[in-house]
């Protein structure tokens, strides 16, 4: 009984050495992989993926930047809409009062 409660702990616990050891493993080899691309770079390189994502990141912004305006547009337009039907039935009903 005891042996096998104690092959069952040693099971759980060479599961447990091999999984951390995989995890570390892993995440040595990311960080080993993006050295030696970041480390591999010459300034000109570096300067274009640079220059790379602030234009992205602009690009990103002016979309927001023009979303944003044909909402406020549209909601312009629809105020205008109603003002218009607003006055014209105004102008109707004093119309009919003579």
Known sequence: ???????????IAQATSDAT?????LSMSVSGGATTIVG??????????????????????????WRDSRRKVAAEIRALEAKEARELEEHRARM???
Not at 21 to 25: F, Y
Not at 49 to 61: D, E, K, R, S, Y
């Open 40 to 65: 591999g770079l010459t300034m000109n390189e570096f300067g274009v993926i640079f220059g790379m994502f602030i234009g992205l990141i602009g690009l990103v912004l002016q979309a927001i930047q």
């Open 21 to 25: 050891i995989a995890k570390v493993g």
């Open 96 to 98: 009919g009062m003579y």
């Open 1 to 11: 009984m005891q042996d096998a409660a104690h092959q069952t702990a040693e099971a």
